[in-house]
């Protein structure tokens, strides 16, 4: 099974930083790779695709990059509604596997 | 608009089971595959199973296999997971998440998530 693993776990940021959230996989997964977004008590929501492309209506802050075993999500200006806990999920194989999350809290 | 609806869950005593069920509306179920997705209090996501566009290709987390069963009705446009045996570890909010409509199709790729149905296993 392919394993998962980001950095960091946790950081403390302020608005209007960037934010670099890097998730390495324990083997190549090409680019099948997405982020996703969580807020408390809410339900995931698909940032990125495809390691790299932005899903439809997110802003356009939300960066993805990377391919085979080392991506990053990168938020370019932190705003107030950036923080969440964020996921990434490898579906080049299965079963299918998610980081463990990165939360991302205020300075 | 596309919309995915879980519902069955609740407080079941452990070693019982469970179905849960997820209806699809607003695209064509049957040309998507389908994911279960749980996420334990407190705790992150965890990717449990996937079945395909005609339900003859799944696949199982190794911590789920041979007590979950995953199904769908493309005539009623709804996907099952059936639990068995349940234990306290199985307590979770369950998604259900639309797949692509084959494994290359990374556009749709999980973007579409239900609203979840909660699991509690009592002892």
């Known amino acids: 099974d392919i394993q998962m693993t980001q950095s960091p776990s946790a950081m403390s940021a302020s608005v209007g930083d960037r934010v670099t959230i890097t998730c390495r996989a324990s083997?190549?997964?090409?680019?099948?790779l997405a982020w996703f977004q969580q807020k408390p008590g809410k339900v995931p929501k698909r940032l990125i695709y495809?390691?790299?492309s932005l899903q439809s209506g997110v802003p356009s802050r939300f960066s993805g990059s990377g391919s085979g075993t080392e991506f990053t999500l990168t938020i370019s200006s932190l705003q107030p509604e950036d923080f969440a806990t964020y996921y990434c999920?490898?579906?080049?194989?299965?079963?299918?596997?998610f980081g463990p999350g990165t939360k991302v809290d205020i300075k | 608009q596309v919309q995915l609806v879980e519902s069955g869950g609740g407080v079941v005593q452990a070693g019982r089971s469970l179905r849960l069920s997820c209806a699809g509306s607003?695209?064509?179920?049957?040309?998507?595959?389908m994911h279960w997705v749980r996420q334990a209090p407190g705790e992150g996501l965890e990717w449990v199973a996937l079945?395909?566009?005609?339900?003859?290709?799944?696949y199982y987390a190794d911590s789920v296999k041979g007590r979950f069963t995953i199904s769908r009705d493309n005539s009623r446009n709804t996907l099952y997971l059936q639990i068995n045996s349940l234990r306290a570890e199985d307590t979770a909010v369950y998604y259900c998440?639309?797949?692509?409509?084959?494994?290359?199709?990374?556009?749709?790729?999980?973007?579409?998530w239900g609203k979840g149905t909660t699991v509690t296993v009592s002892s």
């Open positions: 607003g695209f064509t179920f049957s040309t998507y595959g």
């Open positions: 495809a390691a790299s």
């Open positions: 083997q190549g997964i090409s680019n099948y």
């Open positions: 079945i395909w566009l005609d339900g003859n290709n799944i």
């Open positions: 999920l490898q579906h080049n194989s299965y079963p299918h596997t």
């Open positions: 998440a639309r797949a692509g409509s084959s494994s290359g199709d990374y556009y749709h790729y999980m973007d579409v």
